[in-house]
C-alpha cells in the first residue's frame, strides 16, 4: 500500500512546483505598486503610490536605467506612451519622494492601423470547372480528340490482356 502514498507525494510536489512560479510572479506585481496596460502600440502605466507626481520610464530590452528610456510625467498617476513597436518594455516609475516602484514588463504587439482590413477576400463564385482528372470535359472536346483517347483506352486493353495471356501461358497444366 506504499503506492498510493508515493503517488499522492509525488502528485502534490509537481503541483507544488508548478504553482511556485505563479505565487512568485503575483507579489512581485503588486510589489511594484504599477499596473502596466498594453494596448496596440500604446502602454499606460497607472500607479496610486506616487501621490505627489514623479516621472516614468520606458525601457527597451538594450536599456538598463532609468535616464536612458522614454521618459514622461505622471498626469494624475498616469503616465502613457505611444507608437511603440513590437517587443518587451520594462516600465520603472520614480515619485517626487525618491522611491522607486517597477521595473514592470510589458509586451507590445503593435499593429499599423486600429481596424485592419482584410488582404484577402474569396471570390463571389467559381471560376472555371472542376479539374479533378476522371470524369466529364470542362470544354468542348471535338470528335477527333474523344476517339484518340478511345483508341488509346482500347489499346491499353488489349495490350494488357495479350500481356497477362502470355505470362501465364507456361503455367498451364
Known sequence: MR????????????????????????????????????????VTATTTSCPNGGN?????????DFAAGRQTELRSGTATWQGLRTGTYQTVVVCSDGSTLGPVPVSVSASRSPNPSPTASAPSRPVGGVRGGLGGTVRDSGTLTLTAGGTLVAVALVGGAWYLRRRAGGRRT
Not at 5 to 33: D, E, F, H, K
Open 56 to 64: 516614468a520610464a520606458l525601457l527597451d530590452s538594450g536599456q538598463a
Open 3 to 42: 503506492t498510493p502514498s508515493l503517488l499522492a507525494r509525488r502528485t502534490l510536489t509537481v503541483a507544488a512546483s508548478a504553482a511556485l512560479p505563479l505565487t512568485l510572479a503575483v507579489p512581485a506585481a503588486l510589489a511594484a505598486g504599477v499596473d502596466v496596460t498594453a494596448s496596440g502600440s500604446t
